[in-house]
Structures are given as C-alpha cells and as structure tokens.
C-alpha cells in the first residue's frame, strides 16, 4: 500500500509559481501512475494532471495546459507539480493519487490529505 503527502502549497500572488511535492511511502512508488487533483470550496474535484509510471506520458486539464507540469523522480519516491503563471482561479486543494493513468478519480486507489494553495488577486 503505497501512503501519500503532499507539500508545498501556501500563498502567491496571481502571476506566482509554486512547486508541490507528493511523497511517497512504501516500495511499490514506481509501479503506479501520479495524478493530481484539485477541488475549490463549493465546487466538483478537477482533473490537473498524470504522469504514468515511467514518466513517460503526460496529460493535462486544459486550463493547465502550458502553466503546470507534472515530473517525478522514482528514486525518491516523488512527484511533483510545478505551477506557473498562477491565477486566483487555480485557489483550491491540491490532492495527489496512486493508481492507474487516467483523468478519473475513480481509477486512483491511494489519496494524499492534500494542500491549500492559494492565489491572491
């Protein structure tokens, strides 16, 4: 069973960078896609992104695409977000998942607390 925790989230100003990071406990990392998630107060979990095992496919939501991008190093059992060109629309909290690569939540079997990641205007 591979546990999660993400990292790295706070508050930027609208045009500010973060970087998130999704540790993982446990042997089997390298085995699972990474997707991360979002979900703002009042409204549905959103798909940001996934990486598959390998780091050899990506996909993106498409309001993330050419702001975020997902990489992981398997070496040390991370992945991570890094988020550009931020907007007070991107305010939310930031979840990672292990599991199959796939835009579903429903496809992801391990879940990180998450991380509040706030944009200012």
């Known amino acids: 069973q591979v546990q999660l925790v993400e990292s790295g989230g706070g508050l930027v100003q609208t045009g500010g960078s973060l970087r998130l990071s999704c540790a993982a406990s446990?042997?089997?990392?390298?085995?699972?896609?990474i997707g991360w998630f979002r979900q703002a107060p009042g409204k549905e979990r959103e798909f940001v992104g996934s990486i598959s095992w390998n780091g050899g496919y990506l996909h993106y939501g498409d309001s993330m695409k050419g702001r975020f991008t997902i990489s992981r190093d398997n070496a040390k059992n991370t992945a991570y977000l890094q988020m550009n060109s931020l907007k007070p629309e991107d305010t939310a909290v930031y979840s990672c998942a292990a599991g199959s690569y796939s835009r579903r939540p429903r496809d992801y079997y391990a879940w990180g607390q998450g991380t509040q990641v706030t944009v200012s205007s």
């Open positions: 446990g042997r089997t990392f390298s085995r699972y896609a």
